[in-house]
């Protein structure tokens, strides 16, 4: 599985910015996915995962409520709608695959999209 995520940009303090990661190969759906971010000079942190159906999701606690996980099996897309951005939230965010399940470790998945960079301005 390829994935590359796009959507990234600049953006104000309380605006909303929708990433999205694109996944090549025909086994998508068989995939968990989850996004995490990276802020500068910081580990890489969970943010949010999703099942494979799509039917259910869990949220890094800094995000729970702002932000939201989303997929199309059909387009071989998962999405990440950010809202009520924060300074805080300025980071590298990648997307990646999970074979086995649903898990907020990096360890746990298998593949990695390159990342796209989101800077919220206060």
């Known amino acids: 599985v390829q994935l590359q995520a796009s959507g990234g940009g600049l953006v104000q303090a309380g605006g909303s910015l929708r990433l999205s990661c694109a996944a090549s190969g025909r086994t998508f759906s068989s995939y968990a996915m989850g996004w995490f971010r990276q802020a500068p000079g910081k580990g890489r942190e969970f943010v949010a995962a999703i099942t494979q159906s799509g039917g259910s999701s869990f949220y890094a606690d800094s995000v729970k409520g702002r932000f939201t996980i989303s997929r199309d099996n059909a387009k071989n897309t998962v999405y990440l709608q950010m809202n009520s951005l924060k300074p805080e939230d300025t980071a590298v965010y990648y997307c990646?695959?999970?074979?086995?399940?649903?898990?907020?470790?990096?360890?746990?998945?298998?593949?990695w999209g390159q990342g796209t960079l989101v800077t919220v301005s206060s």
């Open positions: 990646a695959a999970d074979w086995e399940g649903l898990g907020s470790r990096e360890y746990e998945y298998d593949y």
